[in-house]
């Protein structure tokens, strides 16, 4: 494969990786904001979920050689710093 082609390849795999990342940083703040608690079993069970479904793109992406490994595992380190400070912050409301 080309490797501007592969470079292309890689950035649009990173900019979607993220996008999932923060739509369910969105997803999460809608339900903390309106919906749930972060005590709640539904809370837990999307959020849950949503992690791992994004774990399992990043997986992908990593076995296709889109993404190092290292760059997937601070997308999904971010993401839970992210949720952890929003969980902070509920409970301090």
């Known amino acids: 494969m080309d490797i501007e082609v592969q470079e292309t390849y890689q950035e649009k795999a990173i900019m979607q990786l993220q996008a999932d990342a923060d739509k369910i940083a969105q997803l999460i703040?809608?339900?903390m904001d309106h919906l749930t608690m972060p005590q709640c079993p539904l809370y837990e069970e999307v959020l849950d979920t949503q992690m791992y479904g994004l774990s399992r793109e990043i997986d992908f992406a990593v076995k296709l050689g889109l993404v190092e490994r290292e760059r997937g595992k601070n997308i999904l380190s971010a993401l839970?710093?992210?949720?952890?400070?929003?969980?902070e912050l509920s409970i301090k409301k």
């Open 29 to 31: 703040k809608v339900q």
């Open 80 to 87: 839970e710093k992210e949720m952890n400070i929003l969980h």
